[in-house]
């Protein structure tokens, strides 16, 4: 059961429009041809961004006519996240909070979420957005409108820090973050633990290097708090009640003290825990088209436990990830390492 994405479809292929769109992209496969070609391990060779990231064709393609062609609005809300950093989750979270009405409360975005895996309300620019030879006409769309990104910071199409909307980043532990990247790319194809951990450090992962990533985005914060959020995977296990009103105030919808009352963020903590989504009609047996790829919605959900990289990690492969994160972040005032004891609950 395949939902109908939340943006608008491609005009018919005889429209001149169409045919614009066509030459666009072609345009763009040209210069991603252009790029160096990295090997990928158990998936398809990797293109070489200019500013340095790595990901499949198909995405780089994706990424350029997004650079090129996305105009942000002040109103935009943009959820960045490595992949397998808890994306599937805190899209949920988003929509949830930016569109329930004061009329239903939360009633209507909890059926939205129980008929839609939340990729489907919560599109990929460069994997969902522009695809297909498409560039959709966004500006019918109302406010707020809710993209999703992998992109690193120095990618992004300048609209999005020129027009001051909103950026959520979800942060995860690398350890973590490596070993789901590792599983879900075994849903697919065989890849031995030693060379994606080998790929991981050296930073050839799907959209490049961890550590440049999420520092990419906390300097970002750190300049602009006001514009851009940063979250983490381990604070929102830890309290997912307390990010998701922290995320609502932010995005500018907080949560009133009547609809705390009635215990409406609470039921949208609950609605979205990865649990209830995994069990869902809709990602149980539906699907999702991403990359120009039929998805089934099962794949997005796995166990989602903090530390779970303890199961299957060596000492040394654990040791080698801390060692690189502590020589990345250090001196950028970056702290990944809390346990689950020393964050606040709200």
């Keep these: 059961m395949a939902a109908p994405a939340v943006f608008p479809r491609e005009a018919s292929a005889s429209t001149p429009e169409a045919d614009e769109a066509k030459e666009i992209y072609e345009e763009a496969r040209g210069v991603v041809s252009t790029y160096e070609t ?44 490595m992949p397998k950093c808890g994306t599937t989750w805190i899209k949920a979270l988003l929509y949830a909070a930016a569109h329930r009405s004061d009329a239903d409360a939360s009633s209507s975005v909890l059926r939205q979420l129980a008929s839609h895996n939340s990729h489907q309300l919560v599109p990929f620019l460069e994997a969902q957005v522009y695809t297909k030879d498409r560039i959709p006409d966004l500006s019918s769309l109302p406010a707020p409108r809710l993209f999703a990104t992998h992109i690193p910071a120095e990618s992004l199409p300048p609209s999005i820090a020129a027009s001051d909307c909103k950026v959520v980043y979800l942060c995860r532990d690398p350890k973590d973050c490596f070993v789901s990247l590792w599983h879900f790319m075994n849903k697919f194809t065989s890849w031995g633990i030693d060379e994606a ?42 309290d997912p009640l307390g990010q998701l009103r922290r995320l ?32 869902q009609e809709v990602n149980r047996s539906g699907t999702t088209e991403i990359v120009e790829r039929t998805m089934p919605n099962g794949v997005f959900f796995r166990r989602g436990v903090v530390g779970d990289w303890t199961n299957h990690l060596t000492p040394e492969m654990a040791g080698r990830i801390d060692e690189i994160t502590k020589g990345k972040f250090k001196g950028s005032g970056l702290m990944l390492h809390k346990t689950i004891s020393e964050i606040p609950k709200i």
């Design 38 to 81: 990295v090997p990928g391990g158990a998936t398809m060779d990797y293109r070489r961004h200019p500013d340095g990231w790595y990901i499949t064709p198909s995405i780089m393609v994706g990424s350029v006519v997004a650079q090129q062609r996305f105009e942000a609005r002040g109103t935009d809300v943009l959820l960045v996240t």
């Design 197 to 238: 951990h080998g790929r991981f450090c050296d930073g050839v992962s799907p959209y490049g290097p961890f550590w440049e990533h999420v520092l990419g985005y906390w300097r970002w914060h750190v300049e602009r708090p006001g514009q851009v959020l940063f979250l983490t995977y381990e604070e929102l296990s830890a």
């Design 248 to 279: 609502a105030e932010f995005i500018g919808r907080p949560f009133t003290p009547g609809e705390q009352d009635a215990g409406v963020d609470r039921e949208i903590a609950e609605a979205c825990a990865m649990k209830s989504m995994a069990d």
